[in-house]
């Protein structure tokens, strides 16, 4: 138990949490979602799953059944979907130990 976990805040070390299974649903051409990935690449961001909705159409069909739409990207934590490049971008920098 440290700080980080008592706010409820889930850290991202070198691996994400086996308690957080993240999943960043995307496709490569969208700019909103190489925003998002640049983030991660830059901020060496690892452990979330990537998941190419044009490269797997059954991922698009997951992501509307998850968030109700097939908007990119989306970042689901445990099943919960977060739209939003800069919303997926902030929660990241928030959730994230440096
Ligand atoms: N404001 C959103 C825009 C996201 C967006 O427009 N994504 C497009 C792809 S570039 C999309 O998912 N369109 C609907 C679809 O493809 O189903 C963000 O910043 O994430």
């Not at 649903?25 to 830059?42: A, N």
Request: hydrophobic share 35%; proline share 6%; with cysteine.
């Amino acid at each position: 138990m440290n700080w980080v976990s008592t706010m409820g805040i889930t850290p991202f070390t070198e691996k994400v949490s086996p308690m957080n299974h993240l999943i960043l649903y995307y496709f490569s051409e969208c700019p909103y979602c190489q925003r998002v990935l640049r983030f991660m690449e830059t901020n060496g961001i690892q452990g979330i799953e990537r998941r190419d909705t044009h490269a797997n159409p059954a991922y698009r069909d997951e992501l509307i059944q998850i968030g109700g739409k097939s908007q990119v990207p989306c970042l689901v934590n445990n099943g919960v979907p977060l739209y939003e490049s800069l919303d997926i971008i902030e929660w990241l920098k928030q959730n994230r130990v440096a």
